[in-house]
């Protein structure tokens, strides 16, 4: 850590630096985020990019008084680092340390929890407005990416604030990249801003000439105005940020600290929306990150000296990467098979498919709820889409997917990855909800391997299946399964009964089977034994093979790696109840609660989910049954 950071216990701190100080707090910054995030993981090169942005806002706005609202929270490690978590940010992402995004619960200066993108300028507005009729005067500032700006919600927030004409400032961090590099018509729209003949050459022009004109020059050109009625009304067609009723500047270099100083002291002055437009590297002062801004977006622990990640020896093939090769053979096989990500091809393993089939890939940006229509559309047209989500954006899409996709019975795959805890990233980003929010709609089928080899057999025969048609799989790597060559779809989506013998019967879907023949043998040892059923399906449920386990067992158990409200267990238990069958059932999964970040053991255990301790539960709730059937 530098030594003039460590003297930066809070942003006012910043009021007395000068500007080669700021320079320095830049470096040291860099270095203290490089060297912890090598240690714990986390969102390198976004939070790199955002440095010098960062120490202006800080040093120009007075928080936490004034609000700093951050779009998904990728890019606020320093921000965190500055606001009196310097010694906290050791334990970045770690079980009780800080998390990886703001949080309001972790600091004042956290003016809004984030961690979905394109939330930032409805929320800023939010604010404003509370703020206007309090009768208060504190500034409000959203820092937006580029990519976040592809999401619907954030046009929504834009032309909304137009319309109310609140003071509000809204700061575009423009690095030309979300996760991956960014797609679509904003992207291209702002790209002109960086490479239009002439662009910067007739902004100086324009600017030597109002500053020529006697007395009113200087006050005109510090004014937004101009830019609206001149530079970019000629050179860029519509004026799409003018036109929704704010005023622009920019585009400005995001690493020059001193410009972003006398902009935002300016900004200040103006009355009503106001967009400021800064161009950034993600990356910035780590060459590795420059170099490949997208493998350092998110990342795990590295080697500083090259950016080399770190793995363990022997890893197991991941279940992402199992979908990959699946979903390659399937396309392989039927050309009607087409892929879609919002913003994701790496992270859902879309990125060799998309090299092979371009003409058959599409990446819509971070737009999870046009993504889930335009493939409603693609079936709707007879071709086969495969929408890869992470399972906690797919959230974003539920009246699409209830909508556009299961109303019409369309034959749309989704593949939720992430599902289940996901570590480090904590709350924002678990994937516990999903079984949930889909079972409970007309048409909908949901499926969860057991492990990565019948994943890739369950998207085989999601593919072949009629409607709509949910494949949830969980982060990292499988359990080591052999895989098939090639993959072959399951004869039918019946329960695998895995071990039949038993008193009690322990029910499991997808990451939970491992788990349940884990707790089935510390139940052996203790002389109590248990069939155990790999259930595949959340919905349809395979009523036959319960219906015959309430029937023979004295007991059974639901375990699944989701919220317990709405969940597996809560479909087994109203399956039992429409069959009038009465057995006692023990539920396991995720209480009433939001889980916090951490290794996924630790979650697990959080959750009371290890095996260890669901066959400690289970013993307790069996003797209780026991001891109430001899009462009566």
């Known amino acids: 850590m530098g030594q003039l950071l460590e003297r930066i216990n809070e942003p006012h701190a910043l009021k007395s630096c000068t500007l080669d100080e700021l320079s320095q707090l830049a470096r040291e910054l860099r270095r203290y985020i490089i060297d912890t995030v090598s240690k714990t993981g986390g969102h390198l090169a976004p939070s790199l990019g955002t440095v010098e942005l960062t120490l202006a806002l800080h040093r120009a706005f007075d928080c936490p008084e004034d609000k700093i609202v951050w779009d998904v929270g990728h890019q ?18 770690q079980k009780g340390g800080i998390t990886g995004f703001p949080k309001r619960e972790e600091s004042v200066y956290d003016a809004f929890g984030t961690g979905h993108s394109s939330t930032s300028i409805s929320a800023a507005l939010g604010m404003a407005a509370a703020r206007d009729i309090a009768g208060e005067q504190y500034r409000i500032a959203a820092v937006i990416g580029d990519g976040a700006l592809t999401g619907g919600e954030a046009f929504e927030g834009l032309n909304n604030a137009g319309t109310l004409g609140k003071d509000i400032i809204v700061i575009l961090n423009d690095n030309g990249m979300s996760i991956a590099p960014n797609v679509g018509a904003m992207s291209e729209y702002l790209s002109r801003f960086r490479v239009a003949p002439g662009y ?7 600017k030597n000439f109002l500053k020529s004109i006697p007395h009113i020059g200087e006050r005109v050109y510090r004014t937004a105005e101009h830019i609206k009625d001149g530079v970019r009304s000629a050179l860029v067609p519509g004026g799409l940020f003018t036109d929704m009723g704010f005023h622009y500047i920019g585009p400005l270099d995001g690493h020059n600290i001193a410009l972003l100083l006398d902009v935002f002291e300016q900004a200040k002055q103006l009355k009503g929306p106001l967009l400021i437009h800064v161009e950034t590297c993600k990356g910035k002062g780590y060459a590795p990150a420059e170099k490949a801004p997208d493998k350092f977006h998110g990342i795990g622990k590295f080697d500083v000296a090259d950016g080399t990640a770190l793995k363990k020896a022997g890893a197991k093939p991941t279940y992402t990467s199992v979908f990959s090769k699946a979903l390659m053979e399937a396309a392989e096989e039927d050309a009607d098979v087409v892929a879609i990500t919002a913003a994701m091809p790496d992270g859902t393993g879309l990125r060799a498919f998309s090299e092979k089939y371009p003409t058959r890939f599409f990446d819509v940006g971070i737009a999870e709820q046009h993504a889930t229509t335009f493939a409603a559309g693609l079936a709707a047209a007879g071709r086969k889409p495969v929408l890869a989500l992470y399972s906690t954006f797919a959230q974003r899409a539920y009246d699409q997917i209830l909508h556009d996709v299961c109303l019409q019975n369309l034959h749309v795959v989704f593949a939720l990855d992430r599902a289940g805890f996901v570590g480090e990233d904590g709350a924002t980003h678990h994937g516990v909800f999903d079984y949930s929010y889909l079972r409970h709609l007309p048409n909908m089928k949901v499926l969860a391997p057991k492990d990565e080899n019948e994943l890739g057999r369950m998207l085989k025969t999601a593919l072949s299946l009629e409607g709509p048609v949910a494949l949830r799989y969980p982060r990292g790597e499988g359990i080591g399964a052999a895989l098939e060559e090639p993959f072959t779809p399951l004869e039918n989506l019946a329960a695998e009964v895995l071990e039949e013998e038993g008193k009690i019967a322990i029910l499991a879907v997808g990451s939970m089977v491992d788990a349940a023949q884990k707790t089935a043998k510390l139940l052996q040892e203790e002389g109590l034994s248990a069939a155990v059923v790999n259930m595949r399906t959340v919905k349809p449920l395979d009523e036959e093979l319960l219906h015959r386990m309430a029937h023979e067992k004295k007991m059974l158990v639901t375990m699944e790696e989701n919220a317990l409200a709405g969940g597996f267990g809560s479909a087994v238990l109203e399956a ?25 053991q630790e979650l697990l255990e959080m959750a009371g989910l290890l095996p260890e301790q669901m066959a400690r539960s289970i013993l307790t709730a069996w003797k209780g049954a026991r001891d109430g059937e001899g009462a009566a």
């Open 76 to 93: 606020a490690y320093a921000h965190k680092i500055l606001t009196g978590r310097r010694e906290a940010f050791a334990g970045l992402r």
């Open 576 to 600: 039992l109840a429409d069959a009038g069958l009465l057995v006692p059932v023990v539920r396991f999964g995720i209480g009433d609660a939001f889980i916090e970040q951490g290794k996924p």
């Open 200 to 206: 910067h050459r007739a902004k100086q022009d324009i």
